[in-house]
């Protein structure tokens, strides 16, 4: 599929995945919405695809947020509209069966910090900025937001971000576990595409089953998300990744996986 507002390239196992409006400061309208779909659709059912950058073009921003020229003029059927998009493409990309990482560029404020929040990963160069400042606009968070943050931050962190709409640099996000490691620039996309390819080097079932168990299970009471843990172990078992990674094990030698 040829796109408009995105960039998607795919090089020795890893994609990557490029908001590309930065005259715009990568702002996400319903159109870079629906190719952001279309493109993890592609991901999705690619083999070679072991792990997904997600990252923004230009130096200024990683997705500044949702399009507010696009907004100005909606009521509200558009507005539920626009937001279950969001919803359904921010939910696929959290779904995929293998790490995505973000490569937050510059700033990630509204449906931008969204987007790295349902990242698996999130590194940030020193010059990015996190935020959610809908209620400057009179707004909440559409595309998950008010739920995500705070699941990553906890609630009354959550709560200060979103009720305030304040920013905060990298070194905060880093604190408050909104990002993980602080970069230069210059390093940004090459320290994420170190780590995806940590990850992607490793067998590909157990990464899907392991991703799979930590987001279902992080929701439940401990007995049931433990139980949940023991059913995709055992799965593994009857797998062909399983039996290949422990006989190189034994064997002493690297591991072929297939993906089974």
Known sequence: MAYENVLWEVADGIGTLT??????LNALDQR?????????????????VRAVIVTGAGEKAFVA???????AVMGPPEAREFAALGHRVFAQLEALPVVTVAAV????LGGGCELTLACDLVYASERAKFGQPEVNL??????????????????????EL????????AATAKAIGLALDVVAPAALLEH????ARAVASRGPAAVAQAKKVMQQGADLALSEANALERQGF??????????????AFLEKRPAHWSGR
Do not use: C, H
């Open 138 to 159: 009179g707004l909440i968070p559409g595309f998950g937001g008010t739920q995500r943050l705070t699941r990553r931050v906890g609630l009354m962190r959550a709560k």
């Open 192 to 195: 994420a595409r170190a780590k």
């Open 32 to 48: 870079t919405l629906q190719e952001l779909g279309a493109a993890l659709d592609e991901a999705a059912r690619d083999p070679a």
């Open 65 to 71: 947020g949702a399009d507010i020229s696009a907004m």
């Open 162 to 169: 979103v009720l305030t709409g304040e920013s905060v640099d």
């Open 234 to 247: 055992a799965a593994l078992f009857g797998g062909e990744d399983a039996k290949e990674g422990m006989r």
């Open 19 to 24: 908001v590309n409006r930065p005259k715009q």
């Open 105 to 108: 560029n510059g700033f990630a």
